[in-house]
């Protein structure tokens, strides 16, 4: 029964994102790009790393005394963090959703490249509208799901629009779409 117990306490806490067990988590979107990439850095992990953290974790067994043996728990702690990691991309890749890039250039959409500026400036903010796993301000990719990237989804080319921030309230216009 105790057993029973604790299986249910683990699959319980191990639910993210979610209000009930039953509930499925949402989507991750990702371009092909990067669930390709996912795809390779996953079966990389699982094949190179994995044997290599083997090889370093037997060699540092082979020194002895495994309680003050720095180099078997550094080993240990690269094993852990690449099962982590191995674990993160296989839910990523469960849970993802490819989207095809937008093919319309007259409406904001999933992969499409903007141009856009602040109300009062003359300065253009280019912006390439991208899923949450692979946003990246400093490449200038903006997360389809961020305040700015929802307030950009479905607009047109010259069209105005307002969008909340921290810091308050901001006004944009829509520049160009390709």
């Known amino acids: 029964m105790v057993g029973t117990c ?13 209000h009930h067990m039953n509930e499925q ?6 371009s092909q790009e990067k669930f390709e990439e996912i795809n390779k850095e996953l079966k990389h992990l699982e094949t190179s790393r994995r044997t290599e953290v083997a090889k370093s974790l037997e060699y540092a067994r082979s020194l002895g005394d495994l309680s003050e043996n720095a180099e078997y728990q550094d080993a240990r702690e690269l094993q852990a963090s690449v099962e982590e990691r191995i674990h993160r991309l296989r839910d990523i890749m469960k849970n993802s959703k490819v989207m095809i ?10 992969g499409s490249i903007v141009s856009i500026c602040r109300e009062g400036e003359q300065e253009l903010h280019l912006y390439t509208i991208v899923g949450s796993e692979e946003a990246d301000m400093r490449e200038r990719k903006l ?3 961020s305040p700015l990237g929802s307030a950009l989804i479905g607009k047109k080319k010259n069209e105005v629009f307002t969008f909340e921030t921290p810091n308050g309230r901001q006004t944009y216009t829509v520049k160009k779409i390709t």
Do not use: M, Q, R, W
């Not at 890039?101 to 999933?110: A, I, T």
């Open 143 to 145: 997360s389809h799901i």
């Open 101 to 110: 890039d937008n093919n319309k250039k007259d409406v904001v959409g999933f």
């Open 6 to 18: 604790t299986l249910f306490i683990l699959k319980y806490n191990t639910c993210k994102h979610t």
């Open 25 to 30: 988590p949402e989507a991750t979107i990702l």
